[in-house]
Nanobody
Framework: VQLQASGGGLVEPGGSLRLSCASS????????MAWYRQVPGKEREGVSC????????YYADSVKGRFTISSDSAKSTVWLQMNSLKPDDTAVYYC???????????????????????WGKGTQVTVSS
């Protein structure tokens, strides 16, 4: 499975961006998909996760109410709609994919759970005036 993230860029505080992650290859093996982010000198942290089979979504407290994760029924693409962006949202954003129920494990394990099998290259998001 290959994952390709896109949609990053420079946006002013309060603005919006929509990230996309396209998957290819053996996508039949994909269950859950997630977005992570990382800033230099800090650990990569979970942002949001989606279980397409159950339509369950999960969010880090820092982005609840501002970010929305979604995916298509074929699980070939996952999106992250980011609204009301803040400078603290500046980071490289990565998409990840793994078997079903990974989101449930991630939700109970915390932001620094990395048990997804596939990771894409990141896309830079910069929030600055």
């Amino acid at each position: 499975v290959q994952l390709q993230a896109s949609g990053g860029g420079l946006v002013e505080p309060g603005g919006s961006l929509r990230l996309s992650c396209a998957s290819s290859g053996s996508i039949f093996s994909i269950g859950d998909m997630a977005w992570y982010r990382q800033v230099p000198g800090k650990e990569r942290e979970g942002v949001s996760c989606i279980d397409p089979a159950d339509h369950n979504t999960y969010y880090a407290d820092s982005v609840k109410g501002r970010f929305t994760i979604s995916s298509d029924s074929a699980k070939s693409t996952v999106w992250l709609q980011m609204n009301s962006l803040k400078p603290d949202d500046t980071a490289v954003y990565y998409c990840a994919a793994g078997p079903a129920r990974r989101c449930t494990v991630a939700a109970t394990s915390g932001l620094y759970y990395y048990g997804f099998d596939y990771w894409g290259k990141g896309t830079q998001v910069t929030v600055s005036s």
